[in-house]
Antibody
Framework: QVQLQESGPGVVRPSETLSLTCTVS????????WNWIRQSPEKGLESIGF???????KYNPSLKSRVTISVDRSKNQLSLRMTSVTAADTAVYYC?????????????WGQGTMVTVSS | DIQMTQSPSSLSASLGDSVTINCRAS??????LHWYQQSPGKAPRLLIQ???NLQNGVPSRFSGSGSGTEFTLTISDLQPEDFATYYC??????????FGQGTRLEI
């Protein structure tokens, strides 16, 4: 059974950097596409970006300048780093598994982690 | 950017009813359309991939259809666990995987 578990600080100060980790069990991150998605009442569900099985990344153009997605294959984890956060980045952040091809759906999701940007 | 528009935004129904949720894309997305169910406090759950392919474990009362810009999710014989929010999502343009705004199905 594939499981994803997000972790990270619940509160981040404005202008600082948000760092989240997603631990994957039951599957290898060297297979499939792996995604970060966030959800807020204001913007709904929003794709942040993904990292592929070969380590290539693609980001939402609106976030591209502030976001980095990476993997630690030794720990079977993926990470999200978002710089210069503002209140608009307050959301529930999910990691999700994509398919074997780039346009597959997200078939496994983590439970999500709430991040609040506040001083 | 491709905009995904769902209708209605909310829907009231009763146990045993059949309902249809619509999703319109601002441009053709072929069959790159997926449906998710989200219960309160939970992550979205993939129901249907590529318009009409039911995920393993999803009851057959869920079905999807459409192509191009117009898509529908139909739920027949509504059960208590079906009352949730449903989202469509396109994967035609990567990495801009846009979602609809959601349809809340309530009793």
């Amino acid at each position: 059974q594939v499981q994803l578990q997000e972790s990270g600080p619940g509160v981040v100060r404005p202008s600082e950097t948000l760092s989240l980790t997603c631990t994957v069990s039951g599957a290898s991150i060297s297979v499939h596409y792996w995604n970060w998605i966030r959800q807020s009442p204001e913007k709904g569900l929003e794709s942040i970006g993904f990292i592929s099985y070969d380590g290539s990344t693609k980001y939402n153009p609106s976030l591209k300048s502030r976001v980095t997605i990476s993997v630690d294959r030794s720990k079977n984890q993926l990470s999200l780093r978002m710089t210069s956060v503002t209140a608009a980045d307050t959301a529930v952040y999910y990691c999700a598994r994509g398919g074997l091809v780039i346009d597959d759906a997200f078939d496994v999701w983590g439970q999500g982690t709430m991040v609040t940007v506040s001083s | 950017d491709i905009q995904m528009t769902q209708s209605p935004s909310s829907l009231s129904a009763s146990l045993g009813d059949s309902v249809t949720i619509n999703c319109r894309a601002s441009q053709s997305i072929s069959t790159h359309l997926h449906w998710y169910q989200q219960s309160p406090g939970k992550a979205p759950r993939l129901l249907i991939q590529s318009v009409s392919n039911l995920q393993n474990g999803v009851p057959s009362r869920f079905s999807g259809s459409g192509s191009g810009t117009e898509f529908t999710l139909t739920i027949s014989d509504l059960q208590p666990e079906d009352f949730a929010t449903y989202y469509c999502q396109q994967s035609y343009t990567t990495p801009m995987y846009s979602f609809g705004q959601g349809t809340r199905l309530e009793i």
